[in-house]
């Protein structure tokens, strides 16, 4: 067993894993893994560069991840036993290299700031390993004859909703394709619910008008997917998963849970009409109730409903039924690949 850490740097949230990792069978044993919603990526879109308090609110966390680091004794050194992955926001600022300064300061790796093609990837394969790993083949054979593959069972699309971008990836064991668009739920918020000083004006609930405007967007979007990824497969269906924080927040929310619980939502499916309902009630909703859901993370009020209308217009333009919610993902695939470096 390799222990090791994995850091992703996203739009909205930085989150930390640390795990032992077995890097012959995939095997992992979870250690600690958090969150912080940082919004690293406050204003990106309007201003191309990373905001002083956004770099130091990310700081802060990193700084708070390297003493959870050290008290789990992962390696170091030359050949240090962690990762640190930055995605869309950091790919589109123009002072990215403060960003990374800060963090070599700090954590002593340098972050990758990777493309989106890569961000695909690692979000394939987080999601998917467990899916993969005892996967019956003649469950494959069926789903190929299905609308939509039962539960676990490949060929997979898998969606990860971040905050400035999505990811799009086809693939079985391996990714086929892989598309990333800028259409992630802050970059939607700022781009049409957020006022000139960036923020989501009182009582938060959008127009029919800004709905449309932010649904024209991803529709667009998904054109672009869909000239790499096969979104409407012609040899059968997907098993559709879906991850981040945008599509397990509605899991939690369709299954009504008085608290968030990973265990709980994890590997959970949700069917396409209660995706849609509950898109509607946060759509619809003010800025206090949807503070009041007792699942909803501060930090994502005002940006979940532009992340479930992503989802929602994904399920509706490729024909799925349901989806299968994984709390897997970018960070599990960023572990796998420093543990599978270790052991070689």
Do not use: W
Not at 222 to 234: F, G, N
Not at 238 to 245: K, Q
Request: aromatic letters at 2%.
């Amino acid at each position: 067993m390799k222990r090791v850490a994995a850091i992703d740097c996203g739009t909205n949230s930085i989150r930390l894993l640390v795990a032992d990792i077995d890097p012959a069978t995939g095997a992992l044993h979870e250690l600690d893994r958090r969150m912080t919603i940082v919004r690293l990526g406050q204003d990106v879109d309007r201003t191309g560069r990373l905001a002083p308090e956004a770099l130091e609110r990310t700081f802060a966390a990193c700084r708070e991840y390297a003493e959870v680091i050290k008290e789990h004794g992962v390696p170091g050194g030359p050949h240090p036993a962690l990762r640190f992955v930055a995605t869309s926001a950091s790919r589109d600022a123009s002072n990215r290299e403060d960003f990374v300064r800060g963090v070599r300061d700090i954590l002593g790796v340098e972050p990758e700031v990777i493309t989106g093609d890569e961000e695909a990837a690692l979000s394939f394969a987080g999601a998917t390993r467990e899916l993969t790993a005892h996967q019956d083949p003649a469950a494959q054979t069926q789903a190929r004859t299905q609308a939509q593959s039962p539960a676990g069972a490949g060929p997979y699309l898998v969606v990860d909703i971040g905050g400035g971008s999505t990811e799009f990836v086809v693939g079985d064991r391996a990714v086929r394709a892989a598309r990333s668009v800028n259409v992630g739920c802050v970059r939607m918020t700022e781009r049409h619910l957020a006022d000139a000083t960036g923020k989501v004006p009182e009582p938060g609930t959008p127009t029919e008008a800004q709905i449309a405007a932010i649904r024209a967007d991803v529709e667009t979007a998904l054109d672009t997917v869909e000239q790499t990824v096969p979104l409407r497969p012609t040899d059968g269906g997907y098993t559709l998963v879906g991850l981040a924080g945008s599509v397990t927040t509605i899991a939690a929310i369709a299954l009504d849970l008085p608290a968030y619980d990973s265990a709980a939502i994890h590997h959970a499916v949700i069917p396409l009409d209660r995706v849609r309902e509950i898109t509607d009630r946060l759509l619809h909703s003010t800025h206090a109730e949807r503070a009041a859901i007792p699942v909803m993370h501060p930090g994502r009020v005002d940006v979940i409903g532009a992340g479930a209308l992503v989802l929602l217009a994904l399920m509706e333009r490729a024909g799925a039924r349901e989806v299968v919610v994984s709390e897997h993902d970018i960070l599990d695939g960023i572990a796998f690949g420093v543990a599978e470096r270790a052991g070689g």
